[in-house]
């Protein structure tokens, strides 16, 4: 009787431990970074002007339009919410100077080993740079900072389209968050003087 209760529980754990291996788990909403949240960098200036030099493709390896979320419009989002002017004699200039996210066809399976799970057959590098100038009189650079950050995810090819629509919403979400951590800590650095509360 035991025997029988013990391979019971055996089988029904080894399935569930498959069931888990092999199937991706339901994608979850999107936690998007909330930068309302977080304190305002107020810069001693006039005015902040938000432009982008980097225009989203669709030749490949690029995929940003094809993403749910464009990385750029992130990134815009974050220098809107988190780029305050408090008044100055001077002006500011936010420019993303790239706003990528690559697909990459991996050789060989680049998950972690395991008995059963989803081969990881592409890689996808979503890469955020940007720069923050404060403009003299004249229009010149008296000073910046800039920040360029990199984040990477592997997918499988046999994933449903909502599935795999919601790990790459994720890895925007990721970018912006990495690119508002390196972006605060060089304004910080750089533009010190140029803080205010």
Not at 115 to 139: C, E, F, I, S
Request: hydrophobic share 45%; proline share 5%; with cysteine.
């Amino acid at each position: 009787m035991l025997n029988c209760i013990r391979r019971l529980l055996i089988t029904g754990l080894a399935t569930l431990a498959l069931a888990a291996c092999g199937t991706p788990a339901p994608a979850q909403q999107s936690a998007k970074a909330d930068f309302a949240q977080m304190p305002p960098l107020g810069l001693a200036v006039s005015a902040i002007d938000i432009a982008s030099t980097y225009q989203p493709s669709a030749q490949p390896p690029h995929v940003e339009t094809q993403l749910p979320v464009l990385l750029d419009g992130e990134i815009k989002r974050w220098a809107q919410v988190r780029l305050v002017a408090r008044g100055g004699a001077e002006a500011a200039r936010f420019t993303i100077t790239e706003a990528s996210v690559v697909a990459v066809a991996l050789d060989r399976d680049a998950g972690l080993p395991g008995l059963v799970r989803t081969p990881q057959t592409t890689r996808y590098d979503a890469v955020v740079a940007g720069m923050l100038v404060v403009l003299d009189a004249g229009g010149g650079t008296r000073a910046f900072a800039s920040a360029r950050t990199q984040v990477s995810t592997t997918l499988g090819k046999d994933l449903s389209d909502a599935f795999r629509r919601q790990r790459l919403a994720d890895v925007v979400d990721q970018a912006a968050a990495a690119f508002n951590v390196e972006m605060e800590k060089s304004i910080r650095a750089n533009l010190a003087a140029n803080l205010t509360r």
